[in-house]
């Protein structure tokens, strides 16, 4: 098993920057298909980011690519997503995840969970 934890959050200016990190519990992270997820008030979760076990991999929501990037540093068992160029709808409680096994289907079969960090970005 894997415990996520993460960190990072805050409140940010529309435009501006913030970079949430992932620490993970274990000896085998890079045996996990790490993935970013985020979840509005009142509305569903929804993926945003994930990346392969020996990070070579990535895949993004279409609406976040090039404005978010996902990576990860297997010797310290972090996961790591870029925001840039926020905007208010980016506002959301960001969580973090993992899998083993398969990279696809990529937006599912994650098992394992953070807390979740809270983003705000004002306009």
């Known amino acids: 098993q894997v415990q996520l934890v993460e960190t990072g959050g805050g409140l940010v200016q529309a435009g501006g920057s913030l970079k949430l990190s992932c620490a993970a519990s274990g000896r085998t992270f890079s045996s996990y298909t790490m993935g970013w997820f985020r979840q509005a008030l009142g509305k569903e979760r929804e993926f945003v980011a994930t990346i392969s076990g020996s990070g070579g991999t990535t895949y993004y929501t279409n609406s976040m690519k090039g404005r978010f990037t996902i990576s990860r540093d297997n010797a310290k068992n972090t996961v790591s997503l870029q925001m840039n160029n926020l905007k208010p709808e980016d506002t959301a409680v960001y969580y973090c995840?993992?899998?083993?096994?398969?990279?696809?289907?990529?937006?599912?079969?994650?098992?394992?969970w953070g807390q979740g960090t809270q983003v705000t970005v004002s306009s």
């Open positions: 995840a993992g899998k083993l096994g398969s990279f696809y289907p990529a937006k599912t079969g994650y098992d394992y």
